[in-house]
């Protein structure tokens, strides 16, 4: 089966540029979440979606960041404009809609601003 | 305050050592769930347990153990007999019951195992 999907991998952008992160999860999960990872502040929820709804964005660092589910297969995260700041590993992960269930990682992406 | 902690930042051990990783959890709800998950060199988090509040049984799977105390409200993970591929980030992590349907998930800080050959 395959697991959590994340392109691109690595992205190098300069800064002001808009920058958008995909995702596709995996088959039957309804849960999606977005997550930033970094030395300073570690792993950071960034908003949710529940049956492609939005539950809680209250992890999104300011309004240059949005995310959006148009399906239950794919998500994307946008930052306009980005700014260096923004330099992060972001994951995207996956679960089934139910109180306990592990949430699975996809690779990640490498975002660095310039 | 922090729901989930991890002390320890990093640890450095010899291959073939055991070693223990902390996690001290907080939480009002009487039920939750705590989730151990291990980041790799190669960048991926990789979930390796799950353990509702009800279950105090500790766990055990090849060179892994989990103790769970809910007196000392706390999650530990043991590796014994170390080997080289240990060496990741490890993290623990809370669901608590208030979330309602969701496995929304508070992580801790993580810590760094490097075991040496």
């Known amino acids: 089966d395959a697991g959590v999907i994340q392109s691109p991998r690595h992205e190098v952008t300069e800064m002001g540029q808009e920058v958008t992160l995909r995702c596709k999860p995996i088959s039957g999960h309804n849960s999606l979440f977005w997550y930033r990872q970094t030395m300073m502040r570690g792993l950071e929820l960034l908003i949710y979606f529940n049956n492609n709804v939005p539950i809680d964005d209250s992890g999104m660092p300011e309004d240059r960041f949005s995310a959006k589910m148009p399906n239950a297969s794919f998500s994307t995260l946008k930052i306009q404009p980005s700014e260096p700041r923004d330099s992060a590993v972001y994951f995207c992960a996956s679960s089934r809609t139910t109180f306990g269930n592990e949430q699975f990682f996809g690779p990640g992406t490498r975002l660095t601003v310039l | 305050a922090q729901k989930v902690t991890q002390a320890q930042t990093e640890i450095s051990v010899v291959e073939k050592e055991d070693v223990t990783l902390d996690c001290v959890y907080e939480t009002r709800d009487t039920t939750y769930y705590l989730f151990w998950y291990k980041q790799p060199p190669s960048g991926e988090l990789v979930f390796l347990i799950r353990r509702n509040s009800f279950d105090e049984q500790n766990e055990i799977s090849g060179r892994y153990s989990w103790n769970f105390q809910k007196s000392t409200s706390s999650f530990n993970f043991t590796i014994t007999a170390s080997q080289v591929v240990d060496s990741a980030v490890y993290f623990c992590?809370?669901?608590?019951?208030?979330?309602?349907?969701?496995?929304?998930?508070?992580f801790g800080k993580g810590i760094t195992l490097s075991v040496r050959p």
């Open positions: 992590a809370l669901s608590e019951e208030r979330q309602g349907a969701n496995s929304k998930l508070t």
